[in-house]
């Protein structure tokens, strides 16, 4: 059965950086997309970055320059640096997979359970 595992979420003071990483098993190919979202609490899910198989890397407007996503195909796993963390950085964050490359959470079939991510000021 395919499953998204996540791991890396932590409480950090601002200013400080995080790894996020999201193991992909089960799926017959690497993904062909593997996207980062989060969600806020009382807001809707919104996307930050999508990477394709071949390595091609979409990322939202207001990331800033402060993530990086890539990925690992050969372990299936893509991964979320942040860097810089910022108190409006705390959600819940979670990895997708999709058949298109995009950032809209309703082209996502599968997704991560979510790893809580909370900076402090």
């Known amino acids: 059965q395919a499953q998204l595992v996540q791991s890396g979420g932590d409480s950090v003071q601002a200013g400080g950086s995080l790894r996020l990483s999201c193991a992909a098993s089960?799926?017959?190919?690497?993904?062909?997309?593997m996207a980062w979202f989060r969600q806020k609490a009382g807001k809707e899910r919104e996307g930050i970055a999508a990477?394709?198989?071949?390595?091609?890397?979409y990322y939202a407007d207001f990331m800033k320059g402060r993530f990086t996503a890539s990925r690992d195909n050969a372990k299936s796993t893509l991964y979320l640096q942040m860097n810089s963390l910022q108190p409006d950085d705390t959600a819940m964050y979670y990895c997708?997979?999709?058949?298109?490359?995009?950032?809209?959470?309703?082209?996502?079939?599968?997704w991560g359970q979510g790893t809580q991510v909370t900076v402090s000021s």
């Open positions: 089960g799926y017959n190919n690497s993904p062909y997309c």
């Open positions: 990477v394709v198989s071949y390595g091609a890397t």
């Open positions: 997708a997979v999709s058949r298109v490359f995009s950032l809209r959470p309703q082209d996502f079939d599968d």
